[in-house]
C-alpha cells in the first residue's frame, strides 16, 4: 500500500469521530447556553447507573437495564426486546454522531428511564460520560 492510499484510508476512519466530536461540541454548546455548568463525566457515569422506580409499574429502571453494564456491548430493550447497538462510541462509530438522533433519544430515554426529561446539566454530563468510552 502505498502513502497516498495510507492517507486517504486514515481520513476515511477518522471521518466519524470527526462528525462524532461536532456533534457533540454543538449538543454541549445548546446545554449550556440553557444555563448548564461544567459537565463532569463522573456524574454523567452517577446518573447513567442511578436506578429509577416506574410510577406505573413500580420496577426499578436504569440506563443498563437495556444498554448493559458494558457499553461496548449489545443491549436490549427490555419492554420490545429489540436489540440495541453498543452506546460506546469505541464500540459503534455511529453513536453521538447525529444531532438531530441524540436529542430525540435524549427525550425519550429520560422520559421512560427517569420518568421526565433530562435537564440540560445533566444531558452534558451523560454525553461527557459517553465519550469518555
Known amino acids: 500500500m502505498n502513502i497516498r492510499a495510507i492517507g486517504i484510508t486514515t481520513l476515511l476512519l477518522a471521518i466519524p469521530f ?70 460506546a462510541p469505541s464500540a459503534n462509530q455511529q453513536r453521538l454522531t447525529q444531532v438531530k438522533k441524540i436529542k430525540k433519544w435524549f427525550v425519550r430515554n429520560c422520559k421512560w428511564t427517569l420518568g421526565r426529561e433530562c435537564t440540560a446539566q445533566e444531558k452534558g454530563d451523560l454525553l461527557a460520560f459517553l465519550k469518555t468510552l
Open 18 to 87: 470527526c462528525t462524532q466530536a461536532s456533534a457533540i461540541s454543538e449538543l454541549e454548546a445548546t446545554y449550556q447556553s440553557q444555563g448548564a455548568g461544567a459537565f463532569s463525566a463522573a456524574a454523567g457515569k452517577a446518573l447513567w447507573t442511578k436506578e429509577f422506580i416506574d410510577t406505573k409499574s413500580g420496577k426499578k429502571r436504569s440506563c443498563p437495564t437495556c444498554h448493559t453494564a458494558d457499553l461496548t456491548k449489545e443491549g436490549q430493550h427490555t419492554r420490545t426486546g429489540k436489540v440495541i447497538k453498543p452506546m
